[in-house]
């Protein structure tokens, strides 16, 4: 069996075990639910280090058949472009189980609902059969809609509960429309995504076809992500999520569009691509500056830090506008690494929410002083949010940028000066007026995380920031190969790109000489683009 299936099956797991756990048991039930949580981030780090970097196929594949006449299968792997998200995922999902604190009441109902959360986006980015992958994708969006609308705070939680599950189900609906069409066109008779990219391979779609679906998928999977000016639901839900909530929603589930994106649209509709790369780097910059815009003005920290979630996907976008190696390897590692700052962001806005009912930016000061580790966090979690070098944003945005300069010059000119100048002004003035000053006579009882089990989600979330902002190669060598794939498709280079992806190379056990001559595939492939 896979490891990839034990990863997803932990959260599940523990969120079957906390049903047959009374109610009044509440440390048990969370207890249950951070062990949960653990072992499936502990499976992945071990994923993480034994991937094959340089190899662009799929490893740890498991395959189980379903049903039959639609050949549907359980079919999970991972490869360069999931394998950073799958694992941060399960940090994301470990972090704000241990956060998840704030919920005091009917706490045994939302542990269920977050594990299952958790353990269904994990699925959704291992799955590699399309019915399977649109499944998980529901089975973690489901829960987000209760979750804010019964334990949610402030007096506009039911309006964004509303808002939150019209737009997502709009999304969910318009991408599900494009990968039924998708399916149909095909003629694979499955659902079997690799065998869908194989037999398009010799025979792709028309022209006209991908310039048609091309945009459900686009605007579908683009409305999961808060895609400008479809963005709306993002900083009003995450305002009034419960911490935990925000910080998987915001952190992981919103990357399954861009994913999807990644996975499924470029590779399969490159002319529907080239046909709408105008539109996705206009809409990017709605993203990038008119976010960035609406957070300068925001005097709430969560709607600031939502904001802001969603300028950041702009970089992605504009990454996928690219249509370059460089471009779309930054995109996959602006998205791990805006996980981990959002889930970071979102931690540290509920911990004060917790203590202050509040999140007013100007009702506080000094908080440096007075809470000296997390105040200290949160001048490295905003700094991050500024592109500054040593974090693990910086070389994600600069991959983004110059890959697409080539492509988009002027959209590149734009969004550099959206992310220099618009996003150091609202993360700096908040450090400002949040964490120096005089300390506010309004909020003197707050309490420090003193303890280390307070400060352990804390300090792996930035530790990742950290690790893959000063030493980025650890995750780009992985991810290359496998987008290196993509662009061959996108370059008309079907044959290649599908023959690294045939069966065959879908196991992670490879002899020397197949993994020289995968090698040496990626770089003469170099050779060609330079």
Known sequence: MSPITFIILWPLVAALLIGFVPRENRSTIRMIAIAGTFFSLFIALGLFFQFDTGEAGYQFVQREPWVGALDISYYVGVDGINLGLIVMAALVGFAACCLAYDVTERQKEYYILLLIMIGGIIGAFASLDLF?????????????????GVWGR????????????????????????GLVALYVQSGAETFDLVKIIESTASDPFSTSFQKVVFPLLLFGFGILVSLWPFHTWAPLGYGAAPTATAMVHAGVLKKFGLYGLIRIALPLFPEGARHWLGVIAILCLGNILYCGWVAMRQKDLNLLIGNSSVAHMGFVFLGIASLSLVGITGAVFV?????????LSFGLSG?????????????????LRQMPFIGT????????????PGFANFPGEIMVLFGAWQTVPVAVIIAAWGALLVGAIYMLRAIRTMLHGPRSEKWTTLVDATSAWRKLPFAL????????GCYPPLLTEKIEPSAALVVDRLNGDEKKASADLKEPTLTKDLSTKELSSALSSALAWQERRD
């Open 132 to 148: 399977f992958f649109y499944f998980f994708h529901e089975l973690a969006l489901v829960p987000t809609f209760i979750m804010i």
């Open 154 to 177: 402030g007096e506009k939680k039911n309006y964004a509960t509303f808002q939150i599950t019209i737009y997502l189900s709009l999304g969910a609906l318009i991408a599900l429309i």
């Open 335 to 343: 998205m791990v690494a805006h996980g981990l700052l959002a889930a």
């Open 351 to 367: 911990y004060l929410y917790t203590q202050t009912k509040d999140l007013t930016m100007t009702d506080f000061g000094g908080l």
């Open 377 to 388: 966090v949160m001048v490295m979690a905003f700094l991050a949010g500024c592109g500054v």
């Open 461 to 468: 979330l930035l530790a990742g920031l950290l690790f893959l």
